[in-house]
């Protein structure tokens, strides 16, 4: 592998946000990373998928929060990843989240070691990138720059006085190749006010800061150690504990007490070697509800109306309802956003509200903020129907050819009723067939493993009844997905 | 019963609306006087309450929907209710809806028969009246006018210039008790627009027609015999079918080809014999949805927030959400009406337009339209959790005491899984007790009864699975509440 002709270019994706604002589809446990956006693929599988076109799955990192591992790992088809070189090392799990700086750090370290004259380009997960072929040309172009030492941004060609974001202002252009130019950077602005916003927009000297980041290892591990001497001490003291074998507990303990920084603030701003690439990709950071009608499919009036829901004269509205019927009347810059267990109506030039609204919630530590009511696994899918006090009714549905695990629970009981498809039911000693509207009663402690053995999809009913009903009370014998 | 003092008094109260304009809380088979608008009692249960207070319950009528009669007969507590002389024969039930002029006809022929000197009180069954006694006042004095052969109608002093009422205007001063008065209609209006409807309300001379009328049944008769022959002559011959006896599909046919009329239209319009009696009575039609934040308590910022729904500054905004978790972030002049299938998001102003979609949807035979997802019965309530193809989940909760009737299913199979407080089961032979977290099946044809013997409410979830799964696929054998 060291002498593969790629082998020193390295991928870094960034899966640590949480999407909070766009609440109630994103979760603390389903950030927004884990969503697609009218697209099959999830944001984070279409950034890894880009990225291959560049980089092999064995170079690519992902660095997440240690919460969101297994759903990233169902997303990435991580078996079937590995088979190409991925493993699981690269999947880097943060006891918590402590903003950039801490996590391109963790990656950048464990990347040295491998080859100490690597470069990275880092990624954020949960970004749109419509033009791709651009965007790649780009980040070749990138590596020629980032090789002389320089630490790289991509500066998005601004399209509106956007106050959302952090933008970055061009100074003296140092490389130029066709129509790809690098220019010295002459400072970062945090998200400015309207007034402000229009200024960048109309000087044609300022970018959106993409987040996206292309360097040397070594060079960003210098510019950390300056900067950011603590980041580097706690860093290289957690490399030197991994070295040393199983120390997690010490690790995690080490990392929770960093301060949350970003790379930006507490590095690139404070460094003169730093270039942006301007940038025009159509890029969107689908940070909030507005932002994500912005890249939806629209109508004469400006709505994205969502098949089967009605529409009386609404315009700038964004309805998204997938649970229920639902009629609009009238309404405008509104987003309707419905779900199994909350439903948002925002007026949408306060979109950045949602966030406080989740924040609360988590607080309470609601399970409307915290856990989604259906969820994808690698034999197929589950959704909660309905929940009350002793017990749980859920869907699932289980891909053919697929199995869930050999498992038990200790303090459920289920009962199970076959509504699509055909299913294969191990129960203890038994190996039971079942047709639909046949049912199973599956008693507490009782061994079991359901399978597909059919062509078509298998859909059941669950009733869990019993005195506790969390997803953590299962113990797994075997399961083909390696979870056991 | 014939020399009782007030057996000359009768209450008609019409029960034939449809509520099309609360969609989606109102359905086709759960119409608006059936809803209880922030009071225990649903509109018709108030109706019929205040009225007791001046005609007792052998005397009073409910003209319904044949489709609703369970409905009313549960909500009337008609068991109890025929005990204090509530016959059968009292609720009237129309085979369709042809407007007030043919069910007042159809009632004033029944009442003219029992009594031909009777007065009758007609009265809508959804709409609110808040002031009782000075309503029950007004309903006394306006029985001296009635005997005099006027046709009253109660006409509401008009708070605002609404252009949702048609108005009556008064003429001239015929009696006067008090600060009681009786007006000479001069003339019936039609809903206004804003221009006029101000006028109205700045001239004093006009009321809104309340649908609240007064009458000798030989003077509406008799008004009908010369302003609606065709109407009066269809009553009739119904009238001798029913003497006759058993004629139901013959009277059936008869009606239906009625054409639709109000009674204000078809005759009261035209008749000299007219008197309007102002009434301030906090009288409210909430015939849409911002008619409903008109009664409702409202917040400082003119909102009625369901509780537990998050409002982050909004304005004269109504949350009316009990299925999930609800956030509503800067709405101003909206409405969110959440409910197990169907979700409505209008803007106020254009309330009206909610009766196009219902229709829309109706004409579609959309289940969202027709059927409401829970329902009460005489023995507590159930509702619909999911549906599939092959398969219904529903709560049911069962009140202390009460028992479901002895019945069997032909196509469906169910299972049982009680949840809160215990059960008693009859299957075929057998007597079962159970409690929290037992299950019982009952498959296809067999005999069952579910029935609380405790002190506490009793809740199960029931899980039906056939090939039809209709309301209607239930063969009842016993039923305490006479359904058999």
Redesign the interface.
């Known amino acids: 592998m060291a002498n593969s002709s790629k082998s020193y270019l390295f991928g870094v994706v960034l899966a640590g946000g949480n999407g909070s604002r766009l609440w109630?589809v994103s979760r603390e446990l389903f950030p927004k990373h884990l969503l697609s956006i009218n697209d099959a693929q999830s944001l984070l599988q279409a950034t890894v998928t880009r990225i291959e076109k560049l980089i092999p799955p064995r170079n690519i990192s992902i660095v997440t929060n240690q919460k969101h591992l297994p759903d990233i790992k169902t997303q990435l088809n991580f078996f079937e990843r590995s088979q190409k070189g991925m493993a699981l090392e690269q999947l880097i799990s943060e006891p918590c989240g402590r903003n950039t700086a801490p996590a391109i750090a963790l990656a950048a370290m464990r990347l040295y070691l491998e080859n100490p004259e690597s470069i990275m380009i880092v990624l954020p997960s949960d970004h749109l990138i419509q033009e791709e072929e651009k965007f790649l040309e780009l980040l070749k172009y990138s590596l020629q720059i980032a090789v002389k030492g320089y630490l790289v941004t991509f500066g998005i060609v601004p399209s509106s006085p956007e106050t959302g974001y952090g933008y970055i202002k061009k100074g003296e252009l140092i490389a130029q190749q066709a129509n790809k130019k690098a220019y010295l950077a002459d400072g970062f602005f945090e998200k400015p006010n309207q007034e402000l916003a229009k200024e960048y927009l109309d000087s044609g000297q300022y970018f959106w800061n993409s987040g996206i980041f292309v360097w040397k290892t070594k060079e960003i591990l210098r510019a950390i150690k300056i900067f950011l001497p603590d980041v580097f001490g706690t860093i290289s003291e957690i490399s030197t504990l991994e070295l040393q074998g199983d120390k997690n507990a010490q690790i995690e303990e080490i990392y929770q007490n960093l301060e949350p920084i970003s790379i930006d603030k507490g590095c690139l701003e404070k460094s003169d070697k730093i270039v942006v690439i301007p940038a025009q990709i159509n890029w969107n950071d689908i940070g909030s509800w507005d932002k994500i009608l912005q890249v939806l499919p629209k109508d004469g009036k400006g709505n994205f109306i969502k098949e089967g829901a009605?529409n009386?004269?609404c315009e700038n509205s964004l309805i998204l309802?997938n649970e229920?019927?639902?009629?609009?009347?009238?309404?405008?810059d509104?987003a309707?956003v419905?779900?199994?267990?909350?439903?948002?109506?925002?007026?949408l030039?306060?979109?950045q509200?949602?966030r406080?609204?989740f924040n609360?919630?988590l607080e309470k530590q609601?399970t409307?903020a915290i856990e989604p009511k259906s969820s994808i696994r690698p034999w197929g899918q589950w959704s909660i129907?309905?929940e009350?006090?002793?017990?749980k009714?859920k869907?699932i549905i289980v891909n053919p050819g697929q199995s869930l695990s050999l498992q038990a629970h200790k303090h459920r009981?289920e009962?199970w009723?076959i509504?699509?498809g055909r299913a294969e039911i191990e129960k203890d000693e038994d190996l039971i067939f079942l047709n639909?509207?046949q049912?199973i009663?599956l008693p507490l402690g009782c061994c079991h493993r359901l399978s597909n053995p059919g062509q078509d999809i298998l859909?059941i009913?669950e009733?869990q009844?019993?005195d506790y009903l969390g997803e953590d009370d299962i113990v797994r014998f075997q399961d083909r997905y390696g979870r056991t």
């Open positions: 109630p009605i009386v004269g309802s229920r019927l639902t009629a609009a009347i009238g309404l405008k509104i309707v419905d779900t199994k267990d909350a439903l948002l109506i925002c007026h030039p306060e979109a509200k949602v406080n609204v609360d919630l609601a409307e129907i309905e009350g006090l002793g017990y009714i869907k009981s009962y009723i509504t699509q639909k509207n049912t009663f859909e009913i009733i009844t019993g």
